[in-house]
């Protein structure tokens, strides 16, 4: 019986069909390939190129940068702004319900058929039971009013006083040993200082360069800001050749820059700027004849044309 089993499987495995590929080359007449297989061979090869394409597919949309042109899916900048919008909204969403409760809470404290659901710790109520200070129940009076008026007056007074602290112990020099002052220079916060048409400028004091810049108010012309020790900054403008930069060093009596050539025939006016901390100062206090035993600049009378030491 086991015979007969085995030999009718014979036959039937030699009368199955079988289907064979093959690949000529009909200008030679030459066959290329010829594969021949059975139906179920085809079969589980396809299935196996199916799943071959189908894996390199997925790889090369999950590693590459080929799945941004995929219809559906977001760019990199969308989806980060995507992901921020969900943000806001989720912090949106938190505020609302955190104003929600505290409106609530309002409401039902404002019925008066609420009853508490809690109460209040003993540290709590003894905090309640505590009376305000009397600086918060009664408005300032017209002592502490003047005493408050008359201590910003003395620290007004002792801020102008600092800076000329400050100055004893530095050297100021003149941006020119034969330039000249106006009069009416003595006293204003921008000293006006006459000097000859092509002169050159000097740093009044050891300090570094902060700023070179042109500018076209005060008639024009380069101006160069200089910080100095002890809260010093000066501020030369209406130059002609600046011959520093920014983040440059310069010591006193250093050369900066040069005057321009101005508009009358024999001379060019600069202005020169300082402040300590912040606040304006009179140059002439620190640069002119009250800061040295011999004045650094020669004062001059615009009307009557003649210098005085």
Same mark, same amino acid.
């Given at each position: ?16 069909? &079988? ?10 007449? +030459? ?113 502490? &009013? ?31 040993? +034969? ?55 000066? &501020?030369?403008? &209406? ?33 020169? +700027? ?36």
């Amino acid at each position: 019986m086991i015979r007969a089993f085995h030999e009718t499987f014979k036959s039937f495995m030699k009368v199955r069909k &079988r289907y064979t590929f093959t690949l000529e080359d009909e200008s030679r007449l +030459e066959k290329l390939l010829q594969i021949s297989a059975s139906r179920g061979k085809y079969i589980i090869c396809g299935v196996a190129v199916l799943i071959i394409f189908m894996t390199l597919g997925a790889l090369t949309v999950g590693l590459s940068p080929a799945r941004r042109l995929l219809p559906g899916y977001l760019k990199d900048s969308e989806r980060a702004a995507t992901q921020e919008h969900h943000m806001r909204l989720d912090s949106l969403q938190q505020a609302y319900e955190a104003n929600n409760a505290y409106l609530s809470n309002i409401i039902a404290v404002m019925n008066p058929t609420t009853r508490p659901t809690r109460t209040l710790p003993d540290s709590a109520v003894s905090q309640i039971d505590t009376p305000f200070s009397p600086d918060s129940l009664f408005p300032t009076s017209v002592e502490e &009013r003047n005493f408050l008026s008359m201590m910003r007056e003395q620290e007004k007074y002792n801020i102008s006083v600092i800076a000329p602290l400050a100055a004893e112990s530095m050297l100021f020099a003149p941006v020119n040993d +034969e330039s000249i002052i106006s009069e009416k220079s003595k006293k204003s916060k921008k000293a006006e200082v006459i000097l000859a048409k092509g002169s050159q400028v000097a740093a009044i004091a050891d300090g570094r360069v902060i700023a070179v810049s042109q500018s076209v108010r005060e008639g024009g012309g380069a101006a160069v800001i200089i910080q100095h020790a002890k809260g010093f900054l000066s &501020r030369c403008s &209406r130059l002609g050749t600046i011959l520093v930069e920014p983040g440059d060093f310069v010591s006193g009596g250093q050369i900066i820059a040069i005057t321009t050539s101005g508009n009358s025939r024999n001379n060019q006016r600069i202005n020169i +700027e300082m402040w300590h901390n912040g606040n304006e100062l009179v140059p002439y206090d620190y640069l002119g004849d009250k800061n040295t035993k011999s004045p650094r600049y020669p004062i001059i009378d615009e009307e009557v044309g003649r210098g005085r030491l």
